[in-house]
T-cell receptor, first 118, second 114 residues
Framework: AQKVTQAQTEISVVEKEDVTLDCVYE???????LFWYKQPPSGELVFLIR??????QNEISGRYSWNFQKSTSSFNFTITASQVVDSAVYFC???????????????FGKGTLLTVNP | DTEVTQTPKHLVMGMTNKKSLKCEQH?????MYWYKQKAKKPPELMFV???????INESVPSRFSPECPNSSLLNLHLHALQPEDSALYLC?????????????FGQGTRLTVV
C-alpha cells in the first residue's frame, strides 16, 4: 500500500519569508512518480511539478524549488520570498501502478494549508 | 486553451432530486476523471474514463452515475443522494492515464444535499 504524509497541517508566514512544505511517502515499487499540486481558494488543483523515482536532481522554477531524497523518501517543496498569492492548500501526491493491472492510482497527502500574511 | 470547465459551480439539491454535473475540456485529452473532496481533506478518486470507456470505478455507490458522451464531455448524474454526499466534486483530464501524467482540474462543483 502506498501512503503520503504531509505532517504540517497548517503553516502561517509573513510575506517574503521562505517556507518549506514537507512530504514523506511510502511505496514498495521501484518505479513511481511524485507530484505537487496547489489548490487556491477558487478550488481547482494546479499542477506544479512531477518527479520520477529515478531522477533525484533538485529542481528550481522561479521562487519554487523541490528537494527529492530517495534515501529518506521525502519530496519537500520550498517557496522562497513568499507572497500573499502563494496562500493555498498544497498537496503532495504519489502515483504508482495499481495492483493487478495497467491502471495507475494517484494518492494524495492530506495537504498543507499555507497562509502568507502581508 | 488549458481549461477544464465545470458547471454548475454551486448546486443545492434535495435527497429525492435528480441532477447532473457537467465537465468539458478541449485540450484533446483522452482521459477524464471525477474526484470527490470533502472539506479539509484531499481529493478522492471516484471514476476514470479512458478513451470514453469507464476504466476505474472506485466502488462508488450507484446513486452516482458517470457518463462520457464524447471525448470532450464528462457528466456525473446524481440521484437520491444523502447529506453526507455534500462535497466539492472535481473533474480532471489528462493526455493519457499513464503513471507520469499530470492532470488538469476544473474549479469544481460545490454540492450541498439537503
Amino acid at each position: 500500500a502506498q501512503k503520503v504524509t504531509q505532517a504540517q497541517t497548517e503553516i502561517s508566514v509573513v510575506e517574503k519569508e521562505d517556507v518549506t512544505l514537507d512530504c514523506v511517502y511510502e511505496t514498495r515499487d521501484t518505479t513511481y512518480y511524485l507530484f505537487w499540486y496547489k489548490q487556491p481558494p477558487s478550488g481547482e488543483l494546479v499542477f506544479l511539478i512531477r518527479r520520477n523515482s529515478f531522477d533525484e536532481q533538485n529542481e528550481i522554477s522561479g521562487r519554487y524549488s523541490w528537494n527529492f531524497q530517495k534515501s529518506t523518501s521525502s519530496f519537500n517543496f520550498t517557496i522562497t520570498a513568499s507572497q500573499v498569492v502563494d496562500s493555498a492548500v498544497y498537496f503532495c501526491a504519489l502515483s504508482e501502478a495499481r495492483s493487478g493491472g495497467s491502471n495507475y492510482k494517484l494518492t494524495f497527502g492530506k495537504g498543507t494549508l499555507l497562509t502568507v500574511n502581508p | 486553451d488549458t481549461e477544464v470547465t465545470q458547471t454548475p459551480k454551486h448546486l443545492v439539491m434535495g435527497m429525492t432530486n435528480k441532477k447532473s454535473l457537467k465537465c468539458e475540456q478541449h485540450m484533446g485529452h483522452r482521459a477524464m476523471y471525477w474526484y470527490k473532496q470533502k472539506a479539509k481533506k484531499p481529493p478522492e478518486l471516484m471514476f476514470v474514463y479512458s478513451y470514453e470507456k469507464l476504466s476505474i470505478n472506485e466502488s462508488v455507490p450507484s446513486r452516482f452515475s458517470p457518463e462520457c458522451p464524447n471525448s470532450s464531455l464528462l457528466n456525473l448524474h446524481l440521484h437520491a443522494l444523502q447529506p453526507e454526499d455534500s462535497a466539492l466534486y472535481l473533474c480532471a483530464s489528462s493526455s493519457r492515464t499513464g503513471m507520469n501524467t499530470e492532470a488538469f482540474f476544473g474549479q469544481g462543483t460545490r454540492l450541498t444535499v439537503v
